[in-house]
């Protein structure tokens, strides 16, 4: 049987020199665990428009409806923040969660008991977190139709629709209650249902399909009181199951509860391909970081993490993504630091490769 196929877009900025050590680890998992990967890569985002003019190719796109799963570091940068919105670099990744309908994306929100004091919210409050967000990805005001800049009398007017169909709401509500069965048992859907009549459907429906899962216990929030509740008692949370837009948001604020944007990887699923396995891509929620791209600065833990989640829901190899997960817990608990995970006063931070050659060495010792 030949080897799963990996797809590797490093993308821009801080993209490759993350991605650089994902490589290592792949690595070293097919030596030492005999858990071989094909590897390919390819461009996407800026990079992608500067080799091609667009910011994800044709070939690039059917390459990653083919393999076992994408792995992607991060797109952007302010070189194309003057481009026509068509071909911005964030185009080239929507098009891929688009066009390979992954429609759940799971955004975990673990805070590291090494970390528990580097938030900006008390120690007590964060220490312990563990919330799975489950975004709905491919739908919702992202993509809805009509959506662009028209005239309008005398004025312009920019338009964007939030439109959600019954199965949309429910494909994602049942892979976050799946999810919920798997943690503990309680879910919480968030919309807007006292202003918007896609939140009362997102409500009904959810409700619905909360019925074949009698185990979890479920609740319904409107979005904005759950962005308080996130600052106030994120702990009360288990899964959170939301739309695109206010799950980019939501995200954000759970990602900075654990106190850097620089561990946290994220999951995006689709429906399972002929093989079984869902169709897949994985990339850490921080974003390109252009001010220190290139410096050898950046985390790659959550990037790593994000291969983590890909040995987990891509192929079946909990115990292995346990051993990664271990792996960084124990050289954040040996106090090796990025520059991100740094205290005011907290000596030297690692660079990027320094903090691979730290989570290798874990690695190796875990054997
Ligand atoms: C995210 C990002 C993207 C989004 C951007 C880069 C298009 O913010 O993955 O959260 O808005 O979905
Ligand atoms: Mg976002």
Same mark, same amino acid.
């Given at each position: 049987?030949?080897?799963?196929?990996?797809?590797?877009?490093?993308?821009?900025?801080?993209?490759?020199?993350?991605?650089?050590?994902?490589?290592?680890?792949?690595?070293?998992?097919?030596?030492?665990?005999?858990?071989?990967?094909?590897?390919?890569?390819?461009?996407?985002?800026?990079?992608?428009?500067?080799?091609?003019?667009?910011?994800?190719?044709?070939?690039?796109?059917?390459?990653?409806?083919?393999?076992?799963?994408?792995?992607?570091?991060?797109?952007?940068?302010?070189?194309?923040?003057?481009?026509?919105?068509?071909?911005?670099?964030?185009?080239?990744?929507?098009?891929?969660?688009?066009?390979?309908?992954?429609?759940? $994306?799971?955004?975990?929100?673990?805070?590291? +008991?090494?970390?528990?004091?580097?938030?900006?919210?008390?120690?007590?409050?964060?220490?312990?977190?563990?919330?799975?967000?489950?975004?709905?990805?491919?739908?919702?005001?992202?993509?809805?139709?009509?959506?662009?800049?028209?005239?309008?009398?005398?004025?312009?007017?920019?338009? $964007?629709?939030?439109?959600?169909?019954?199965?949309?709401?429910?494909?994602?509500?049942? =892979?976050?209650?799946?999810? =919920?069965? @798997?943690?503990?048992?309680?879910?919480?859907?968030?919309? @807007? *249902?006292?202003?918007?009549?896609?939140?009362?459907?997102?409500?009904?429906?959810?409700?619905?399909?909360? @019925?074949?899962?009698?185990?979890?216990?479920?609740?319904?929030?409107? *979005?904005?009181?759950? =962005?308080?509740?996130? #600052?106030?008692?994120?702990?009360?949370?288990?899964?959170?199951?939301?739309?695109?837009?206010?799950?980019?948001?939501?995200?954000?604020?759970?990602?900075?509860?654990?106190?850097?944007?620089?561990?946290?990887?994220?999951?995006?699923?689709?429906?399972?391909?002929?093989?079984?396995?869902?169709?897949?891509?994985?990339?850490? #929620?921080?974003?390109?970081?252009?001010?220190?791209?290139?410096?050898?600065?950046?985390?790659?833990?959550?990037?790593?993490?994000?291969?983590?989640?890909?040995?987990?829901?891509?192929?079946?190899?909990?115990?292995? =993504?346990?051993?990664?997960?271990?792996?960084?817990?124990?050289?954040?608990?040996?106090? #090796?630091?990025?520059?991100?995970?740094?205290?005011?006063?907290?000596?030297?931070?690692?660079?990027?490769?320094?903090?691979?050659?730290?989570?290798?060495?874990?690695? +190796?010792?875990?054997?």
């Amino acid at each position: 049987m030949s080897n799963p196929s990996l797809l590797i877009l490093a993308g821009d900025g801080i993209g490759p020199e993350v991605m650089d050590q994902v490589q290592r680890i792949i690595g070293w998992f097919g030596d030492k665990r005999g858990l071989k990967f094909d590897v390919s890569e390819d461009l996407v985002g800026g990079a992608a428009y500067d080799k091609h003019g667009v910011p994800l190719h044709d070939d690039t796109m059917a390459k990653a409806q083919e393999v076992d799963a994408v792995l992607l570091g991060a797109v952007g940068g302010p070189k194309y923040d003057d481009l026509d919105f068509s071909v911005k670099p964030e185009r080239g990744l929507l098009r891929l969660r688009k066009e390979m309908d992954l429609f759940a $994306n799971l955004r975990p929100a673990q805070c590291f +008991d090494a970390l528990a004091d580097f938030s900006s919210l008390k120690t007590d409050i964060v220490s312990g977190l563990d919330i799975m967000i489950v975004r709905e990805l491919t739908s919702g005001v992202y993509f809805g139709e009509p959506r662009g800049i028209f005239e309008e009398g005398n004025e312009r007017v920019g338009i $964007n629709t939030q439109r959600y169909t019954e199965s949309e709401i429910e494909r994602g509500a049942r =892979a976050a209650f799946e999810l =919920a069965m @798997k943690r503990d048992k309680r879910l919480c859907s968030m919309e @807007k *249902a006292n202003v918007m009549e896609s939140g009362i459907l997102w409500r009904e429906v959810v409700n619905e399909v909360a @019925k074949h899962y009698p185990e979890v216990e479920v609740s319904h929030m409107y *979005a904005d009181n759950g =962005a308080m509740q996130l #600052v106030r008692a994120p702990k009360q949370f288990d899964v959170i199951y939301t739309d695109n837009l206010f799950g980019d948001i939501l995200s954000d604020c759970a990602a900075m509860l654990t106190g850097s944007l620089g561990m946290l990887p994220s999951a995006s699923l689709g429906a399972p391909m002929d093989n079984g396995r869902p169709k897949a891509l994985y990339e850490p #929620v921080h974003g390109s970081a252009p001010d220190i791209a290139g410096e050898g600065k950046a985390n790659p833990c959550a990037c790593v993490l994000s291969f983590a989640m890909a040995l987990r829901y891509s192929f079946n190899e909990g115990a292995e =993504a346990d051993r990664l997960e271990a792996a960084v817990e124990k050289v954040l608990a040996d106090g #090796v630091r990025t520059g991100d995970l740094m205290q005011a006063d907290g000596g030297t931070p690692v660079s990027t490769s320094e903090m691979g050659d730290a989570l290798l060495a874990a690695l +190796d010792a875990s054997l």
